[in-house]
């Protein structure tokens, strides 16, 4: 009898080839798991470090994605016009939310008529998104956040327009 347990060897932490993806399927699923991951990791650097970033990805299937801290718009804005500067976002995160801008006590009655119906068409639109999204369509929330904010804006003005007719 040996006294010696013979220990299986594992594999351990080594290194992996990088290979292309070959399956759709699984190109997919790997590519949401990863953008997931890594805009988390790009958060919690933000947040420990003080940085500010931008992360654009691209799907295989062609869509867009982005993460930025405060927000990618400002960073690459700044960074395209050469502003090296981040005051900008020092000051949008004191601005706060968009609905905080106005003060709805200094409104007269027509602009909050128009406020209202502003709300109940955003609401409107969030309620269809919902409903959509619980009728198990293939896009997740964050494709809803990362919508293009012009078909937001076009469902916005077209509403408006049926309200004037």
């Known amino acids: 009898m ?23 399927s699984s190109l997919n699923v790997t590519f949401s798991k990863r953008r997931q991951g890594l805009f988390n990791k790009a958060g919690e650097f933000c947040v420990l470090s003080g940085a500010e970033m931008a992360i654009i990805t691209i799907s295989p299937g062609g869509k867009t ?31 706060g939310f968009w609905w905080d801008e106005q003060s709805i006590e200094s409104l007269d009655l027509e602009e909050l008529n128009q ?9 409107k639109l969030v309620a269809l998104k919902v409903d959509e999204m619980e009728k198990g369509s293939d896009q997740s929330p964050s494709d809803f956040l990362a919508m293009d904010s012009n078909s937001l804006l076009d469902a916005f003005a077209s509403s408006e327009a049926e309200n004037i007719e």
């Open 115 to 123: 406020y209202v119906e502003s709300m109940e068409v955003l609401r």
């Open 2 to 24: 040996e006294n010696k347990k013979e220990k299986k060897q594992s594999k351990g932490r080594r290194k992996i080839e990088i290979n292309k993806i070959s399956k759709k």
């Open 65 to 95: 994605f982005t993460f930025g801290h405060p927000s990618a718009d400002a960073i690459l804005n700044r960074h395209l016009t050469g502003n090296s500067t981040s005051g900008e976002s020092s000051t949008n995160l004191v601005k």
